[in-house]
């Protein structure tokens, strides 16, 4: 099960810096704190995207693999050690690439970094049509997640992943679809795909697994086959969508939460709203510094992403200051609901 630190960060001022100091040790890099996932997997406190898209939606374009080679080369020259990828961003041969030549260069090691990818993505005409077993009842989803973990062990050429996530519960809007919406097969597909991370996990092929998008109804369902229990769920979550409740929910079970979209993505305005332009200035860091800080300090793990060489050096820039008590309620408070991506409670 994962060992979740939250409680050491989130509990007061004081448990804050304790967590920190407490995290500390065995750190692969000196900047970052670090959780962990399964007993054994030391996940950094913050972590770097890959994606790059533009026009989310059914019309999006898919960038990821043009910016692999630079995002990932500027992120550990600023200190990142955890890069997150997945099999929908068709960036994993380019990221495999490039640490490939990291590595060989010997000032950093594969056991230095925390790599993560993500399977079993449904499908979006024009930007990923490879998970055909996510949606296609007659297809064995354990035998299409299973040759997923292999392909992305080779393309990343790599002998281990630290961390394979389910990238999303299954098909979206299927609960107004009528092969979908009774729930069963998204069920099955769920469980299948698991059972394969399962496997992955017991050989040393992963050494951490996780759900991404997974709302509390499809982790209910999925603990009745389960035999580890997902150590982590990757979700949205920025101040526009704290997910305050779900979140306290999945560190009291034990879950460790990560988030994507942490700073909005630059398409809610968020890092212009003047709550936390305020705040910014009085710290005198920068609004999306503000927001990334917030999310560790409740004790997630969030995962911004850029094209931009010096953004992605102060997306790592946290670790000097500290929100005060007031300053975390004022983020927390401006819960709106306002999502960059599809809601996975439409997914049965």
Same mark, same amino acid.
């Given at each position: 099960?994962?060992?979740?630190?939250?409680?050491?960060?989130?509990?007061?001022?004081?448990?804050?810096?304790?967590?920190?100091?407490?995290?500390?040790?065995? /750190?692969?890099?000196?900047?970052?704190?670090?959780?962990?996932?399964?007993?054994?997997?030391?996940?950094?406190?913050?972590?770097?995207?890959?994606? /790059?898209?533009?026009?989310?939606?059914?019309?999006?374009?898919?960038?990821?693999?043009?910016? =692999?080679?630079?995002?990932?080369?500027?992120?550990?020259?600023?200190?990142?050690?955890?890069?997150?990828?997945?099999?929908?961003?068709?960036?994993?041969?380019?990221?495999?690439?490039?640490?490939?030549?990291?590595?060989?260069?010997?000032?950093?090691?594969?056991?230095?970094?925390?790599?993560?990818?993500?399977? =079993?993505?449904?499908?979006?005409?024009?930007?990923?049509?490879?998970?055909?077993?996510?949606?296609?009842?007659?297809?064995? =989803?354990?035998?299409?997640?299973?040759?997923?973990?292999?392909?992305?062990?080779?393309?990343?050429?790599?002998?281990?992943?630290?961390?394979?996530?389910?990238?999303?519960?299954?098909?979206?809007?299927?609960?107004?679809?009528?092969?979908?919406?009774?729930?069963?097969?998204?069920?099955?597909?769920?469980?299948?795909?698991?059972?394969?991370?399962?496997?992955?996990?017991?050989?040393?092929?992963?050494?951490?697994?996780? /759900?991404?998008?997974?709302?509390?109804?499809?982790?209910?369902?999925?603990?009745?086959?389960?035999?580890?229990?997902?150590?982590?769920?990757?979700?949205?979550?920025?101040?526009?969508?704290?997910?305050?409740?779900?979140?306290?929910?999945?560190?009291?079970?034990?879950?460790?939460?990560?988030?994507?979209?942490?700073?909005?993505?630059?398409?809610?305005?968020?890092?212009?709203?003047?709550?936390?332009?305020?705040?910014?200035?009085?710290?005198?860091?920068?609004?999306?510094?503000?927001?990334?800080?917030?999310?560790?300090?409740?004790?997630? /793990?969030?995962?911004?992403?850029?094209?931009?060489?010096?953004?992605?050096?102060?997306?790592?820039?946290?670790?000097?200051?500290?929100?005060?008590?007031?300053?975390?309620?004022?983020?927390?408070?401006?819960?709106?609901?306002?999502?960059?991506?599809?809601?996975?409670?439409?997914?049965?």
């Amino acid at each position: 099960h994962a060992l979740t630190m939250a409680s050491r960060i989130v509990g007061g001022r004081a448990g804050r810096r304790a967590g920190m100091r407490g995290m500390a040790a065995g /750190v692969r890099s000196k900047h970052i704190p670090s959780v962990v996932l399964g007993g054994k997997a030391e996940f950094p406190v913050v972590g770097c995207g890959t994606a /790059v898209f533009s026009d989310i939606g059914p019309n999006q374009k898919n960038h990821s693999g043009k910016y =692999a080679n630079d995002i990932v080369r500027w992120a550990l020259d600023a200190g990142f050690r955890s890069i997150d990828a997945a099999h929908a961003y068709y960036n994993q041969k380019e990221i495999g690439a490039t640490l490939k030549g990291v590595f060989s260069d010997g000032k950093i090691k594969r056991e230095d970094i925390f790599l993560t990818t993500k399977i =079993a993505h449904p499908n979006l005409p024009g930007s990923h049509e490879e998970c055909h077993y996510v949606e296609n009842p007659e297809l064995d =989803a354990y035998e299409g997640a299973r040759k997923d973990i292999e392909k992305s062990l080779s393309e990343m050429q790599v002998e281990y992943l630290d961390l394979i996530i389910i990238h999303w519960p299954g098909v979206f809007s299927s609960k107004s679809m009528d092969l979908y919406k009774d729930g069963e097969i998204g069920k099955k597909k769920r469980a299948e795909i698991w059972s394969a991370l399962e496997d992955a996990h017991q050989a040393g092929k992963v050494r951490a697994i996780g /759900v991404s998008n997974f709302e509390d109804f499809h982790l209910e369902q999925l603990s009745e086959t389960w035999r580890v229990k997902p150590m982590i769920n990757q979700i949205e979550c920025h101040p526009y969508l704290n997910q305050k409740d779900f979140i306290d929910a999945m560190h009291a079970d034990g879950i460790q939460v990560s988030c994507y979209c942490p700073i909005g993505s630059g398409l809610l305005g968020l890092l212009e709203d003047e709550r936390i332009t305020e705040v910014a200035k009085k710290h005198k860091k920068s609004p999306g510094q503000i927001v990334l800080r917030w999310h560790v300090q409740r004790g997630c /793990v969030p995962l911004p992403k850029s094209t931009n060489k010096d953004r992605i050096a102060s997306n790592i820039d946290i670790f000097d200051f500290e929100l005060s008590e007031e300053e975390m309620q004022t983020l927390s408070s401006m819960h709106s609901g306002k999502r960059v991506c599809p809601s996975p409670q439409d997914i049965a």
